[in-house]
């Protein structure tokens, strides 16, 4: 078992039903309180990964307030349906907004599947342009050379972001403003972090 290393979260494989995730809940919850943790302290990053997994996702994701977010999972995914995954990615599309719906109305982070060909950049590239179009803040990936590209994406915004802020702060804006504008930039910045975790 991987929670004695204390990990900040688990990432639930086939996690086809709520119930699944609601059952890893209690574990943790009983775990959290041998340990004398608060309760939560441990997150669950649910896998979706075969057909099921994609109709249930919309109650998975309001299933446990542990959850960070869905990861889909097209390789598993597409195996369920017995079709062949392309790097085009059409065979996922509806799979995919089904995954990115459930996060938005829960309120938790979309993490795309990942990429397999880990020696073609361009197509990484277009696949997460096309994903960031969708709503997935995140992309899991199978090799360290694919990062800097899917943060180039995934993050274009930032330092235009960073650049506005400065410059407001500068500016004569009055400090309400000030302080409304730098929440609103924090917790943005937070999304941010969270979401490449």
């Not at 993490?111 to 803040?137: N, Y």
Request: glycine share 6%; hydrophobic share 40%.
């Amino acid at each position: 078992m991987v929670l004695p290393a204390m990990p900040d979260g688990i990432r639930l494989p086939e996690a086809n039903t709520p119930e699944l995730v609601e059952k890893l809940d209690t574990m943790l919850t009983e775990y959290e309180e041998e340990l004398g943790l608060e309760i939560g302290h441990f997150k669950i990053l649910p896998s979706i990964e075969t057909a099921e997994g994609v109709i249930n996702c919309i109650k998975t994701a309001k299933s446990s307030s542990r959850l960070i977010g869905l990861a889909f999972g097209a390789e598993d995914y597409t195996a369920s349906l017995e079709i062949e995954r392309t790097k085009g990615g059409e065979e996922l599309f509806a799979a995919r907004t089904r995954v990115v719906w459930a996060c938005k109305a829960a309120g938790i982070q979309a993490i795309d599947t990942i990429f397999p060909d880990a020696s073609d950049m361009d197509a990484l590239r277009t696949e997460t342009q096309l994903i960031k179009t969708l709503g997935f803040s995140g992309k899991s990936l199978v090799n360290p050379r694919q990062i800097d590209v899917i943060h180039e994406v995934l993050h274009r915004n930032r330092m235009k972001s960073t650049t506005l802020l400065k410059s407001l702060m500068r500016s004569n804006v009055p400090v309400k403003w000030e302080r409304a504008l730098f929440h609103c930039m924090e917790k943005w910045w937070m999304h941010q972090l969270s979401s490449v975790r």
